[in-house]
């Protein structure tokens, strides 16, 4: 079955750039989602299609694909970013759904 | 604009089997392919399964076969997830998700189900 691998943690300054990783095999031959988790909450989305922002996500959320990693950017780091955030992918060889192994955000 | 309220906590023993709902509102179900996620304390976000409506087909993922079962009601507009022969490595909050907009993205979800397996 296809793998999501990403850093388990990362910390970013106040107003300063955060990049989470998501590796996987040809990564970018498949269409990459990314969610925003934060404590207690069900998660959302705040990129989709690689690069594509949902109504309501910041513009200081941006993503892109390609090889075998596929990367969400945080650009401007605030407090409230501070979440686990999840790739996910669209197996097709098996119609099967796959997230990532998760990224703890923290903004200080 | 869609919602999902799924039903509340669930404490059972392990060999139990334990029936969470998942109740549409602001679309029709059979509109809808409905999906099945749960988080571990502390883990990461893995996918169950899904109902497409779209063909009437049922998936699995590999590691809940035989375990899971997904329904829906479509007079209630309201989807279920039974999954059987509880451990306590099921202990999980399990998540309805559907998609609306962009296709094999999970945009709307439901508030979560806490299910706790101990003896």
């Known amino acids: 079955s296809y793998v999501l691998t990403q850093s388990p943690s990362l910390s970013v300054a106040p107003g300063k750039t955060a990049r989470i990783t998501c590796g996987g095999d040809n990564i970018g031959s498949k269409n990459v989602h990314w969610y925003q988790q934060k404590s207690g909450q069900a998660p959302v989305v705040v990129i989709n299609y690689d690069s594509d922002r949902p109504s309501g996500i910041p513009e200081r959320f941006s993503g892109s694909n390609s090889g075998n990693t596929a990367t969400l950017t945080i650009s401007r780091a605030e407090a409230g970013d501070e979440a686990d955030y999840y790739c996910q992918v669209w197996d097709s060889s098996n119609d099967h759904y796959v997230f990532g192994t998760g990224t703890k955000v923290t903004v200080l | 604009q869609v919602q999902l309220v799924q039903s509340g906590a669930e404490v059972k023993k392990p060999g139990a089997s334990v029936k969470v709902s998942c109740k549409v509102s602001?679309?029709?179900?059979?509109?809808?392919?409905m999906h099945w996620v749960r988080q571990a304390p502390g883990e990461g976000l893995e996918w169950m399964g899904n109902?497409?409506?779209?063909?009437?087909?049922?998936i699995y993922a590999q590691k809940f076969q035989g375990r899971v079962t997904m329904t829906e009601d479509t007079s209630t507009d309201t989807a279920y997830m039974e999954l059987s022969s509880l451990r306590s490595d099921d202990t999980a909050v399990y998540y309805c998700?559907?998609?609306?907009?962009?296709?094999?993205?999970?945009?709307?979800w439901g508030q979560g189900t806490m299910v706790t397996v101990s003896s």
């Open positions: 602001g679309y029709t179900l059979t509109e809808l392919p």
């Open positions: 109902f497409d409506p779209d063909d009437g087909e049922t």
């Open positions: 998700a559907t998609v609306v907009g962009a296709n094999f993205v999970f945009d709307i």
